[in-house]
């Protein structure tokens, strides 16, 4: 089993900043992808960034240059750094990791940006 343990949610003003992290654990073996989806209320659930084993990273349009995600290998650890953040980057944040046989996700952070 693979465990995800979010942490860094919480409530921020606009044009403030929120640091995401998640920490995998468990039968790991051979990460593909680490990365961020949010599900604002009544919304479908959207990638945020990902960033894959060998460092490439995507981001979807609406946080780049705000955003940046990063990994720490050894510990199997992902982040997401978000500046100038926005209400509209109000959602709850889901950490994924897909791994060759699963995906799996975490139970999501909350994040609220308002002033």
């Known amino acids: 089993q693979v465990q995800l343990v979010e942490s860094g949610g919480g409530e921020a003003q606009p044009g403030g900043s929120l640091r995401l992290s998640c920490e995998a654990s468990?039968?790991?073996?051979?990460?593909?992808?680490m990365g961020w989806y949010r599900q604002a209320s009544g919304n479908q659930r959207e990638l945020v960034a990902r960033i894959t084993r060998g460092g490439g990273t995507n981001y979807a349009d609406s946080v780049k240059g705000r955003f940046t995600i990063s990994k720490d290998n050894a510990k199997n650890t992902v982040h997401l750094q978000m500046n100038s953040l926005k209400p509209e980057d109000t959602a709850v944040y889901y950490c994924?990791?897909?791994?060759?046989?699963?995906?799996?996700w975490g139970r999501g952070t909350q994040v609220t940006v308002s002033s």
């Open positions: 994924n990791i897909v791994l060759p046989a699963a995906t799996y």
């Open positions: 468990g039968s790991i073996f051979r990460i593909s992808t």
